[in-house]
C-alpha cells in the first residue's frame, strides 16, 4: 500500500506541475494539443465537447484538445501548440499561419506570457506543498523516535543498528536515553523498525564516553505534533512551505558545490529508490507522515525547476529573460545544445543517485 501511495502521490504532483502549464496556456487563448495521463503507448483518447454560436442557433463540436490515458502511470504531460517547434526546426511551417492562429501558438506569445506559461506548473507545485503541509498540521502525526545518526565505531554499529531506524517503545528522547544511561555496561536489548522488518539487537552501552560520544553512540530525534486549528494549520504549512524552499537551494548549492570542488555527489542525495525506502520507513508510523513526504517532494519539485539550470523550467525562463535584455531570442542551434547538455547532465546525475540508492539498498 506505501508503494502505491507513493505512486499515485509523485504521479499527482507531476501531474499537478504540468496542469499548471495547462491551465495558464488555456486561460491565455492557446491552443493545446493533448494533456496526457500517464506516458505512452496510448490506452485511449478522448475529446470534450463544446458548444460554437453560429448565427443565433448553438452548436456541439469536438474540443481541440485531446486528453490522453496512457499505459505508463508515472505522472503526465501536456502538448501546447508552438512550444518545442523552435527548437525542433518547424517553426518556418508556422509563419504562414494567419494572424487569428497565430495569436494561439505558444512561439508566437510576447515573453511575459511565455514565462507565466513555464513558472505556472512551478506555482502549482507550491501550493500542492503548502496544502498538504497543512493538512499535517491539521492531523497531527503520531509521535515517535527517529535515529537520525550512528558514530563509528560505536556499540549500535557494532550491533547493526543504523541510521532512519525507527525505535519500537519510546516516543519520548528524554525516556530513552535515561534508560540507556541506566544501564551502561549492561546489555540491553532495543527494539526497531527497519524497512518491513521488526528487528532486535542485544547492545550493551559504553560505561565511560568522550565528548560527543553517547554511552550507546547513536543520534535521535523526536517526530509527531499535536493536532492544530484550521487557520492555525494553513499558517504553519505557509511557514514549512518557505523553510523547506529556503532548504531546497541550500542544498542544492552544497550538492552542485560538492560536484564541482570535490567531484563527489552528497550522501544526503536520494533519487525515487531512496524516496520508496523512506516512504516504506515512515509509512509505518503513520499515513501522515506519508503525505508530509509527498509535500516535501512537492516543494523540492518547484524549487529545483526553478532553478535556471538547462532544460528544467526555470532554465527556459532564464531563456527567455536573455531574449528580453539583449531584444531578440538565442538563436536557435544554441539553445538545442544548452538544453541537450543539460538533459544529458540531468539523466547522468539520476542514473548515478539511482545506482547509490540500489547499493545502500542491497
Given at each position: ?20 502549464h495547462?491551465?495558464?496556456?488555456k ?5 493545446v494539443?493533448?494533456f496526457?495521463?500517464g506516458?505512452?503507448?496510448?490506452i ?6 463544446r ?20 499505459w505508463?502511470?508515472?505522472g ?5 501548440a ?23 501558438i505558444?512561439l508566437?506569445?510576447?515573453a ?6 513555464i ?19 491539521l492531523?497531527?502525526?503520531?509521535k ?14 557494532a ?40 528487528l ?5 552501552p ?7 560520544e553517547?554511552a550507546?553512540?547513536?543520534g ?18 505557509l ?47 503513520g499515513?501522515a507522515?506519508l503525505?508530509?513526504?509527498?509535500a516535501?517532494i ?13 532544460a ?7 531563456l ?7 531584444g ?19 539523466l547522468?546525475?539520476m542514473v ?11
Amino acid at each position: 500500500m506505501t508503494v502505491v501511495f507513493v505512486i499515485v502521490g509523485l504521479s499527482v504532483l507531476i501531474l499537478g506541475h504540468e496542469w499548471g502549464h495547462f491551465f495558464a496556456a488555456k486561460k491565455f487563448g492557446l491552443k493545446v494539443d493533448e494533456f496526457g495521463f500517464g506516458f505512452p503507448p496510448k490506452i485511449f483518447a478522448w475529446r470534450s465537447r463544446r458548444k460554437i454560436k453560429e448565427g443565433e442557433t448553438l452548436r456541439q463540436a469536438q474540443g481541440e484538445t485531446e486528453y490522453s490515458l496512457n499505459w505508463l502511470p508515472f505522472g503526465g504531460f501536456v502538448k501546447i501548440a508552438g512550444e518545442n517547434d523552435r527548437i525542433s526546426g518547424d517553426s518556418d511551417k508556422l509563419q504562414d499561419l494567419p494572424p487569428a492562429e497565430k495569436r494561439r501558438i505558444f512561439l508566437f506569445q510576447p515573453a511575459w506570457k511565455r514565462a507565466v506559461i513555464i513558472l505556472a506548473g512551478i506555482f502549482v507545485n507550491l501550493i500542492i506543498g503548502w496544502f498538504l503541509f497543512s493538512v499535517v498540521f491539521l492531523v497531527g502525526t503520531p509521535k515517535a523516535l527517529i535515529l537520525t545518526a550512528v558514530q563509528p565505531g560505536s556499540p549500535a554499529e557494532a550491533v547493526g543498528i543504523k541510521a532512519n531506524d525507527i525505535l519500537e517503545g519510546y516516543t519520548d528522547s528524554d525516556t530513552f536515553v535515561n534508560f540507556v544511561n541506566a544501564n551502561r555496561g549492561k546489555e540491553i536489548e532495543v527494539s526497531v523498525l527497519r524497512g518491513s522488518e521488526k528487528l532486535k539487537f542485544k547492545v550493551v552501552p559504553r560505561v565511560s564516553v568522550k565528548p560527543e560520544e553517547g554511552a550507546l553512540g547513536v543520534g535521535i530525534a523526536p517526530a509527531g505534533a499535536d493536532p492544530q486549528g484550521f487557520f492555525k494549520s494553513f499558517w504553519y504549512g505557509l511557514e514549512q512551505t518557505g523553510l523547506i524552499a529556503a532548504g531546497t537551494v541550500k542544498g542544492f548549492y552544497i550538492l552542485l558545490k560538492g560536484l564541482v570542488i570535490n567531484g563527489r555527489l552528497s550522501s544526503d542525495v536520494t533519487g525515487p529508490v531512496g524516496i520508496f525506502t523512506i516512504a516504506s520507513q515512515i509509512g509505518k508510523i503513520g499515513w501522515a507522515y506519508l503525505i508530509n513526504l509527498l509535500a516535501l517532494i512537492s516543494v523540492n519539485l518547484a524549487v529545483i525547476n526553478l532553478i535556471p539550470f538547462p532544460a528544467l523550467d526555470g532554465g527556459r525562463f532564464f531563456l527567455i529573460l536573455i531574449e528580453k535584455i539583449k531584444g531578440s531570442p538565442v538563436p536557435v542551434k544554441l539553445e538545442a545544445v544548452i538544453n541537450g547538455v543539460g538533459f544529458a547532465l540531468l539523466l547522468a546525475l539520476m542514473v548515478v543517485i539511482t545506482a547509490r540508492d540500489l547499493i545502500r539498498l542491497f
